[in-house]
């Protein structure tokens, strides 16, 4: 995981805040776990 870090950091800084575009992705996660559990 450390590798895949740093290569990210030195070959595609772009990317290294990729999460911040990632804002419903919390919510959208438990409503998949509540479906899995549901079934």
């Known amino acids: 995981l450390h590798f ?3 290569t990210v950091e030195e070959k595609f800084p772009e990317l290294a805040n ?3 575009e990632l804002d419903g992705i919390t ?5 998949e776990l509540i479906d899995a559990k549901a079934t």
């Open 4 to 6: 895949l870090v740093e």
């Open 18 to 20: 990729f999460y911040d």
């Open 27 to 31: 919510a959208a996660s438990r409503g």
